[in-house]
């Protein structure tokens, strides 16, 4: 059985950073790429970043340079480095493991919650 849980997110000022990590139990026996999302309170749940097939990562557009994705695949762990959070990024934080061909995603992760406050 495939689970992801995530960890690292809390309260941060503006301005600040935050590492959230994702950690992979079980095999998934198929090409399946990390992803993370979030889904800010009223909103719908976004895309943030995601690995595509040929292991390039593509960021929503409120990114802009601020946020970067990375995998260890040894310890099957994807981290989602942020900095200079800003207060529209408070939100619920998801990493999914997705297929890379059809985007479909097949496993999510809890969430965690990070809270930037002004």
């Known amino acids: 059985q495939v689970q992801l849980q995530e960890s690292g997110g809390g309260s941060v000022q503006s301005g600040g950073s935050l590492r959230l990590s994702c950690v992979q139990s079980?095999?998934?026996?198929?090409?399946?790429?990390w992803a993370w999302y979030r889904q800010r309170p009223g909103k719908q749940r976004e895309t943030v970043v995601a690995?595509?097939?040929?292991?390039?990562?593509i960021y929503g557009d409120f990114v802009k340079g601020r946020f970067t994705i990375s995998e260890d695949n040894a310890k099957k762990t994807a981290y989602l480095q942020m900095n200079n959070l800003k207060v529209e990024d408070s939100a619920t934080y998801y990493c999914?493991?997705?297929?890379?061909?059809?985007?479909?995603?097949?496993?999510w992760g809890q969430g965690t919650q990070v809270t930037v406050s002004s």
């Open positions: 999914a493991k997705r297929d890379c061909a059809s985007y479909t995603v097949g496993y």
């Open positions: 079980g095999y998934i026996y198929a090409s399946y790429c």
């Open positions: 690995i595509g097939s040929d292991g390039g990562s």
